[in-house]
């Protein structure tokens, strides 16, 4: 059988915001760059995130503090951030004409709050460059000594005669990782990257809701809460918190605070039991609330307990509270004893779920796990196994919290590994 063997500089594998970036910037610099695609289009995860507004960087200058948000791997990433930062990021889109705005948090997004006009921005950059593009590109396998990449194979196409090699002076492999499979996230970089040398951190689901074994999460479904402090508790000890936004789901808790201890909530489970403690008021002590409530019954005697609570708390969450406090609805404000009123108090401080797992990767935002980091160059994001493989994006072992810290990972280490890849 006829073997169509077509020859580049570089080729990219995988066309999500890593793979855009580094295709792109190879053929900056000169290099002739084929983009690999498994879809039949590009960036189809990078088009969801942000619920469609893309959340493309940080709006953040000191890098310590920047590298810090990405835990223990983080250091790995100082070269590439301080290469191709936030600030960069920021300006690459402006001068492609899509203005950019910092939102609560650091959060930036584009002006327009459309994801299609970041992807319009990328594919712009591809074209102008002259990166070949492969749709529908399925990979069988590499032709590999070990040491070196000869060529990717790809699947027989429909009613063309032959196998078809792409030949490369260096590969790039920027697959993603396994959340969000129907974007095409399906771990398929993972396997590849073993199968040539490099050791993988088992993935697991990060940025994911948690499910809990308490069921009246049910009765509050859909109730979003702001400015609630979220704890996780392991053996009666703190084991982290965060302030911010959730959400209640069917099944349990989701929201940016709760995906950004998702991770660890997973890690802690192998050891015990984990308890999530949400305090909905934060901003008063339990002392003080405590005084709050006593002024309020003395104010509001003659109300029934029922009738006081949209005072304290948000309408969905009223029948909930009553059911765990065992207070009378109809009793009078007046008549609800000290033991009742401290059980009130430590309910709305320490509202307590107890965690049973995360969500899969189908509802994950991220992969954590992936390429070992030891085994990668991290300033050139060259494989230290195969002279001539690259990597870019979340098939890395590093991840961030949610707040486009993982979009800036991919446009950082795309473009350390289109620029020295080229």
């Not at 019954?297 to 009553?322: H, R, S």
Request: with cysteine.
């Amino acid at each position: 059988m006829k073997n169509n063997r077509e020859k580049f500089d570089v080729a990219v594998i995988g066309g999500g915001p890593a793979g855009m970036m580094a295709a792109s910037r190879a053929a900056e610099l000169g290099a002739c760059v084929v983009l690999l695609e498994k879809n039949e289009s590009l960036g189809k995860k990078l088009l969801i995130t942000g619920k469609g507004r893309c959340n493309l960087t940080r709006d953040e200058v000191d890098l310590k503090e920047l590298v810090s948000q990405f835990g223990q791997n983080g250091k790995f990433l100082f070269s590439s951030l301080a290469e191709f930062g936030p600030r960069d990021v920021m300006k690459f889109f402006e001068d492609a004409k899509l203005p950019v705005k910092t939102e609560r948090g650091g959060r930036v997004f584009p002006v327009s709050n459309k994801s299609y006009d970041v992807l319009r921005v990328m594919e712009d950059y591809l074209k102008k460059n002259k990166v070949k593009i492969i749709f529908g590109s399925e990979i069988v396998g590499f032709e590999s000594d070990g040491k070196k990449i000869k060529g990717v194979k790809l699947k027989h196409e429909k009613g063309k005669p032959g196998n078809r090699t792409i030949s490369a002076e260096k590969f790039i492999l920027c697959t993603g990782g396994k959340s969000y499979p129907l974007t095409g996230s399906t771990g398929d970089g993972y396997q590849w990257a073993k199968d040539l040398g490099h050791t993988i951190i088992a993935p697991v689901p990060a940025l994911v809701p948690i499910k809990t074994k308490e069921t009246w999460v049910k009765d509050v479904q859909g109730l979003s809460l702001k400015n609630v402090e979220i704890k996780l508790i392991q053996n009666d000890k703190i084991k982290d918190s965060r302030f911010g936004e959730m959400l209640f789901t069917h099944f349990g808790l989701s929201g940016p605070v709760v995906l950004d201890v998702s991770k660890e909530v997973g890690q802690l489970a192998a050891n015990g039991e984990v308890a999530i403690s949400i305090d909905l008021k934060p901003a008063l002590s339990a002392e003080q609330l405590d005084t709050r409530l006593q002024r309020d019954f003395a104010n509001n005697g003659k109300k029934d307990f029922v009738n006081y609570l949209p005072e304290l708390l948000p309408q969905k969450m009223i029948a909930t509270i009553i059911k765990l406090s065992g207070i009378d609805p109809r009793k009078k404000v007046s008549a609800v004893t000290g033991a009742e009123r401290k059980k009130l108090v430590n309910l709305l401080k320490d509202l307590r779920l107890t965690a049973d797992g995360t969500a899969g990767f189908d509802q994950a935002v991220i992969t954590s796990g992936g390429v070992n980091l030891k085994e990668v160059n991290s300033k050139t994001m060259q494989s230290r196994i195969v002279d001539n493989l690259f990597f870019a994006g979340e098939i890395l072992d590093v991840d961030g919290p949610t707040g486009g810290y993982n979009l800036q990972i991919c446009w950082s280490t795309g473009y350390a590994a289109g620029t020295y890849a080229a």
